[in-house]
């Protein structure tokens, strides 16, 4: 009797000191989620499955609650938590369920999680888990004025909407918030991988649910849906908890940091061959000051067929042999694969016709031809074991053959697969373990996928996050590499695509940005600032190309500071990108302030509260391709009049105390951030320590109330020092030698 008074005592305990509240109705058909200071979500759970060739629904509307329900504390990766397990079903009846509730103890979130229960004598399919329905029966939402509250999907590029006028959802994740209190919470999946999940939002009510792909469930079994979380702290610390706890639980590699280099296919897409990447790899080799030593990566093009990834007469001394080439020249090979595209005269597809992926009618699926296929193509069945040999040794092939770096492309892995228990996340999941395998832990792995996916998460080195980066479409990649920021260095290295240097450059391929010099611009600094991949795809031998070669020194490699997008679901705009960044000598901000209207000029304010500044200090404030001080803001800056898909990329510095501080530098689209190791001040003289980031030459900017004169450099030239008044100055540097120790001394007159 003690023990149970004990254990009641516990529980209750646990439950007030719980942040987000869980109570159920009466009959246990429903439960409400309480969102303190935002409302209420009022929902059930159903298992949705066809048996016998009957549709079948079951859930907690329908079922009676079994036997007693089970509480107990548990360890999620953010702390400890109270689980409460309710069974549902009935006495005669051959399928229940399980509704799983974990309340985190530190956050002010929860988890879901449905169990299907099959006690019958025959096979089931099920469709799905819908373990958090506000929308049928008695659900409901209720959470003030719908149009104030804005949704964010976080993992497809649709627009944000109100919850007013959403109708129909967001892939996986949405993040929901009220755009006049900044409340917010974020509905999404946690894992282990389990399944595909899709939050739908229609007539102002909510349903989370996981897509569970018609998976066979046999008899006496039990499969579980994914854990879905919602959690209801600020903005950032949802999207961050919510990132990190996916990649805990997909055990997301960060053995691997981001990459810079060169891509062939906007340069010369398919007609690419031999001779033009060897003479770009010579001109690289003998320019390390602009280019260092990155990727060489040869894209679509270079293969005898689809499936035949060997190099076709275009590459006459074969792929074996230019791979060493590049190494032999201090850079990684990298090549692009589409290991599931197929040729239709393949000798291998014709083969194993059950390896193709087909429909349910057995037709094979098809892409017709185009002018970069124009033999069109079968896709391989990812999951038949004759599969699985032929990509395997893709893979192999490449790596035998000294590529240190692969791009996998065209990821369609189709609906069904052989084993009949896999949903779809767990056949894509399948297939990339089968690619980490092959390549070997030291090869890097950029997967193209346009959009993330937890499908490669913890396989991958790097995964685009965007649209392919064609200059005449920057705005459409910038919706959605700007968005998806929040998984760089968490899931994954982000790969924005590549940048140009230059509005137009007459011998490449692809054609000019048609917004101008103002768009060309926002896409560069908004690549560089990703801190993920930083490529070009440009004829670097050609003159036209080389005489912007600066444009590539500048941005090369990507941003040291992790950067985020502060309007973040506060905004359908995404207008403010940068980081804060924390040094010893003197801590500063970088943002671009970009205006994404395409019709207007408009103002953008920075709040130095949000962007990670101290409030009462005077910033001064410089702007990257002025390469000058603009000004000085206390608390807030208002960039005016921006034009149109243009930005200003802008620095601030806290001006404290009277020791010189550097406060802008044009050497690299960071500002400081990547291209500064340290900067040491003493009474007479400032010592700067460079890195090996960013151009040759370039000048440097410091507020300084006392003179400052040139000194002693290494392996870098001081060409000037200059008083510009104010207390500014503008230091000049030329010469910088890649890959060395660099560093210059001013003095303090």
């Known amino acids: 009797m003690r023990s149970s008074l004990l254990l009641v005592f516990i529980v209750s305990f646990l439950l007030t000191a719980l942040n987000a509240g869980v109570r159920f109705s009466a009959k246990a058909d429903f439960y409400t989620i309480e969102l303190q200071g935002m409302g209420e979500i009022t929902a059930s759970a159903s298992a949705i ?126 993040l929901f918030v009220n755009t006049q209190t900044q409340k917010s919470f974020l509905i999404g999946p946690v894992g282990p991988a389990e399944a595909h999940c899709r939050v739908e939002v229609r007539d102002q009510k909510i349903k989370a649910y996981a897509q569970m792909d018609r998976v066979l469930v046999s008899p006496g079994e039990t499969r579980r849906s994914e854990e879905i979380l919602l959690i209801a702290e600020n903005t950032e610390t949802n999207t961050d908890i919510w990132t990190r706890w996916v990649a805990i639980t997909h055990k997301a590699r960060d053995n691997k940091g981001p990459v810079y280099g060169w891509c062939s296919w906007y340069d010369r897409t398919t007609k690419i061959d031999e001779a033009h990447v060897l003479d770009v790899v010579d001109s690289i080799e003998r320019n390390p000051n602009t280019f260092g030593k990155g990727i060489i990566q040869i894209d679509d093009g270079y293969q005898i067929m689809d499936g035949i990834w060997n190099g076709n007469a275009k590459f006459p ?11 032999q020249a201090g850079m990684i090979p990298g090549v692009w694969f589409a290991p599931l595209m197929i040729n239709p005269e393949h000798p291998w597809k014709k083969a194993n016709p059950a390896a193709i992926q087909s429909n349910a009618k057995g037709i094979s699926n098809f892409m017709n031809p185009n002018p970069f296929h124009p033999a069109g193509a079968n896709w391989i069945n990812p999951s038949h074991p004759e599969s699985k040999k032929f990509l395997r040794q893709v893979i192999e092939t490449a790596r035998d053959n000294g590529y240190g770096y692969i791009k996998i492309d065209f990821n369609g892995i189709g609906s069904r697969y052989v084993n009949p228990k896999l949903t779809r996340l767990q056949a894509f999941r399948e297939l ?19 959009q993330p996916t937890r499908g490669v998460v913890g396989y ?17 990649c910038l919706e959605s590499v700007l968005r998806f920021q929040i998984f760089n260095r968490v899931w994954w290295n982000n790969d924005a695509d590549v940048s140009y240097l230059d509005v137009k450059l007459p011998s490449r391929r692809v054609g000019y940005t048609p917004e101008g010099v103002d768009m060309w611009r926002t896409w560069h600094n908004t690549v560089a600032l990703t801190g993920g991949t930083a490529m070009i795809s440009e004829p670097v031998n050609k003159p036209d190309v080389r005489a912007v070669w600066r444009n590539y020194e500048i941005m090369r490699p990507s941003s040291r500071e992790n950067s985020r997008l502060l309007t973040l679901g506060k905004s359908d705009k995404n207008s403010i990108f940068g980081f804060s960044a924390d040094r010893p000598w003197g801590d500063f901000a970088v943002y671009n302030l970009y205006n994404s209207d395409k019709n207007k000029s408009a103002d953008i304010t920075l709040e130095f ?51 010189p501080q550097l ?11 990547t291209e500064i190791e340290e900067v040491y001040t003493t009474s007479k003289s400032i010592k700067i320590k460079l890195s090996s980031a960013g151009a040759q030459k370039g000048d440097l900017f410091f507020h300084s109330p006392t003179p400052l004169v040139a000194g002693s450099s290494e392996n870098c030239t001081i060409s000037s020092v200059q008083g510009l008044g104010g207390n500014l100055w503008k230091v000049s540097l030329k010469g910088r030698i890649w890959n060395t120790r660099q560093s210059f001394v001013l003095g303090r007159e």
């Open 460 to 476: 991958v080195d790097a995964a685009r996050v965007g649209p392919d980066s064609h200059p005449a479409h920057f705005a459409h």
């Open 49 to 174: 499955f066809t048996a016998g060739g009957k549709n079948h629904r079951i859930g907690t509307k329908d079922l009676s609650l079994l036997g007693e329900v089970k509480t107990s504390q548990v360890v999620t990766p953010f702390g400890p938590a109270l689980q409460t397990d309710r069974h549902y079903g009935k006495a005669d009846a051959p399928y229940r369920i399980t509704l799983r509730i974990k309340q985190l103890k530190d956050l002010n979130a929860i988890t879901v999680q449905g169990f299907l229960h099959n006690r019958s004598e025959q096979d089931l399919n099920l469709t799905s888990l819908e373990i958090l329905d506000a929308m049928s029966g008695s659900g409901k939402v209720q959470m003030g004025d719908p149009s104030h509250w804005l949704i964010t999907p976080l993992m497809q590029h649709n627009h944000a909407e109100t919850l007013a006028v959403m109708n129909g959802g967001c892939n996986e994740v949405g």
């Open 663 to 673: 406060i802008g530098s044009n050497l690299h689209l960071s500002i400081g951030a």
């Open 432 to 450: 990339y373990t089968l690619y980490r395998d092959a390549a070997g832990e030291d090869m890097y792995i950029l997967s193209c996928l346009g």
């Open 317 to 327: 001394s074969g792929m074996a042999r230019v791979a060493r080439r590049v190494r």
């Open 609 to 659: 509260r949000d962007a990670g500044l101290p409030s009462g200090t005077r910033c001064a404030v410089y702007d990257f391709w002025e390469n000058k001080v603009v000004g000085y803001a206390t608390d807030s800056f208002s960039g005016k009049n921006i034009p149109k898909n243009g930005s200003l990329l802008l620095r601030f510095t806290p001006l404290i105390g009277d020791s």
